[in-house]
């Protein structure tokens, strides 16, 4: 039903930072959780970052923990990641998924129902 649009995604230096954007069209998002994962070539869809768009709480990948953060822009019906001291391992596709997930199911992929295209993300210098 949502449709999900994520931007920002570039080529950055190591060091550098990144904001990321997870736009809903056709609505908000209401009571979901709105996560964002992420793919490097070759490997899983990994686990990033979430939150509850209504009733809050951020969840964080212990790999990202201190350098990233997640965030809600009410006004404008997006959730943005927020990404600093990027380093090469966080090359990847970044993928925002919505769902229900209970807390012990937040940062599996399998729990979000709804994603949108992705954004490359390049960490080199």
């Known amino acids: 039903q949502i449709q999900l649009v994520e931007s920002g995604g570039g080529l950055v230096q190591p060091g550098g930072s990144l904001t990321l954007s997870c736009a809903a069209s056709?609505?908000?998002?209401?009571?979901?959780?709105v996560a964002w994962f992420r793919q490097a070539p070759g490997k899983e869809r990994e686990f990033v970052a979430s939150?509850?768009?209504?009733?809050?709480?951020?969840w964080y990948a212990d790999s990202v923990k201190g350098r990233y953060t997640v965030s809600k822009d009410r006004a404008a019906s997006r959730v943005l990641l927020q990404m600093n001291s990027l380093k090469p391992e966080d090359t990847a596709v970044y993928y925002c998924?919505?769902?229900?997930?209970?807390?012990?199911?937040?940062?599996?992929?399998?729990?979000?129902?709804?994603w949108g295209q992705g954004t490359q993300v390049t960490v080199s210098s």
């Open positions: 998924g919505t769902g229900r997930p209970i807390e012990s199911t937040m940062a599996t992929m399998r729990a979000y129902s709804d």
């Open positions: 056709g609505g908000s998002f209401g009571d979901f959780a």
């Open positions: 939150l509850r768009w209504s009733m809050g709480g951020t």
